[in-house]
């Protein structure tokens, strides 16, 4: 039985050879053995097709014992993300430069922000993995019995935290100022730079352990058991959490959906080189995609109170995710022409930060870029169209516009249930459920599927970052 490691107070990683064959039965010991409670590391993708630890090969190898050294463990956000190996080796690179090289704040710091934003998604996960980091590294425990608790200066920062989660839109110079200028509680400029990146990361990643279902770590709340395997090998628990055994494509779905996508691809690049549309057409076909992104319904069920242990970690739980339009609120449209990620959020974090900026463009770009040229069973397919069209949807949802993107390509390829799942994940994951996650691209591998997660997580970062970004350039100018 292979029990994940953790330096950081977890299980550690042994193997039992004797008496270990009974799920939670003593073993000859005396020690009662932990089984894990899930099936693999994501509850939304048959352990089978996931990477087995252990028959990986050596350049997978590698990454995981990079991932090891770093986290102390082998987590199973780093087992879902292994199907892309490129992507992952950078995304471990700048988490763990954020978290553990120099920089501006201390670390349990940066463990404790980590905190505060994968608890604004009422993500235990990495709530419950960021408190074992914390403690770890020497944070005060008293911390984690509240945002209250903490010291004032990472009290200021719950504002600013809660906006960029739900609605960084509304992030103003003034509330940067307020930030750097409270007296003997401000933030130094690279401070808040670390802040935001680190806030932006855990945000980002909340939402990526939500849309790929990614199971409780063994040593943590709801990851094991101590009970025996029932005759069936699954219980009640994996069926509340919409694990059903067998296979999880659910339905007929219809056999030509790939090939119909890559039709509408086809067609739409046939069109591209024939007539371009005017400025003022472009700019009319964004209002009406942003307008409409706002009536997708993001969730299946109600809104449900934030659990306590989560929640106690930032204050006014009420405050989520608002669609801009809502009581005749108007965002001004973000013109990314103004200011982007290239020409002007790279140079300032890495001016700020040196090499976050350098890191944090690698990513993006591996992520934006990131092909196999294969669609489902089909082969030589060029994706760059539907990869650019949902990272555009997903900057649309935030009011960025691109001058020189035809958003009525987005309605041509992405479907309903696809849109459902994108804003949701982005805007609300921890609603993300299973059906969700089934119902989009049926026909297409999980591979493909954790794929879009990867371009959602770094849309969704960069999003939020530009926002922040572009107040602190404000506030510098």
């Known amino acids: ?58 350049a997978m190898h590698a990454l995981f014992a990079d991932a090891f050294a770093t986290l102390g463990r082998l987590d199973n956000v780093t087992l879902v993300m292994v199907f892309h190996p490129q992507y992952l080796e950078s995304f471990l690179k700048t988490q763990h430069y954020l978290l553990q090289m120099d920089g501006p704040l201390p670390l349990h710091y940066r463990h404790y922000i980590g905190i505060m934003a994968a608890a604004r998604h009422q993500c235990s996960y990495l709530v419950n993995l960021h408190v074992n980091d914390f403690l770890h590294v020497g944070g005060d425990p008293k911390w984690l019995n509240g945002l209250e608790n903490a010291p004032q200066k990472l009290q200021n920062l719950g504002e600013l935290n809660k906006m960029l989660a739900h609605r960084p839109w509304l992030i103003t110079k003034e509330h940067i100022e307020q930030l750097l ?7 130094s400029l690279a401070e808040l730079i670390h802040a935001v990146v680190l806030l932006t ?61 890559m039709e509408k691809m086809k067609q739409l690049q046939e069109c591209r080189d024939e007539e371009e549309a005017s400025q003022e057409e472009m700019a ?28 106690r970690h930032f204050e006014d739980t009420s405050y989520g995710y608002k669609d801009f339009s809502r009581h005749g609120m108007h965002v001004p449209t973000f013109r990314a022409q103004d200011y982007s990620w290239e020409d002007h959020g790279y140079s300032l974090v890495n001016r700020l930060y040196p090499d976050v900026g350098q890191l944090l463009d690698e990513k993006f770009h591996i992520a934006y870029n990131l092909t196999y040229n294969t669609m489902a069973m089909h082969k030589d397919v060029d994706t760059s169209m539907l990869r650019r069209a949902i990272w555009n949807y997903i900057h649309c949802m935030f009011g960025i516009r691109y001058d020189d993107y035809d958003y009525g390509e987005i309605n041509q390829l992405l479907d309903r249930s696809f849109k459902v799942y994108i804003k949701t994940v982005v805007c609300t994951p921890e609603k993300t459920t299973k059906r969700m996650y089934d119902s989009f691209w049926r026909q297409f591998e999980h591979s493909e599927k954790v794929h879009v997660n990867l371009l959602l997580v770094e849309a969704r970062m960069q999003a939020e970052l530009l926002y922040a970004l572009r107040a602190i350039t404000r506030y510098m100018t």
Request: charged residues 25%; contains cysteine; glycine residues 12%.
């Open 284 to 311: 009319t076909r964004f209002e009406r995609e942003k307008r409409e992104s706002m009536l997708v319904c993001s969730s299946e069920d109600e809104e449900s109170a934030p659990a306590r242990d989560v929640s």
């Open 181 to 187: 200028k409270t007296e003997e509680n401000s933030w």
């Open 201 to 261: 990361h855990y945000h980002s990643l909340a939402s990526f352990t939500f849309g790929c279902g990614i199971s409780p770590e063994i040593d943590c709340e709801g990851g094991h058991t101590f009970r025996p395997p029932s005759v069936s090998n699954y219980c009640i628990c994996d069926i509340s959490n919409g694990y059903h055994g067998g296979d999880e494509h659910p339905g007929s779905p219809s056999l030509c959906e790939v090939e119909a996508l």
């Open 1 to 58: 039985m292979w029990i994940p490691a953790s330096s950081h107070g977890g299980c550690a990683q042994t193997s039992l050879s004797r008496g270990e064959g009974r799920g939670g039965f003593p073993g000859e010991l005396g020690i009662r053995i932990p089984r894990p409670l899930g099936h693999g590391p994501s509850r939304f993708i048959p352990e089978k097709e996931t990477v087995e630890v252990g028959r990986e090969d050596a």
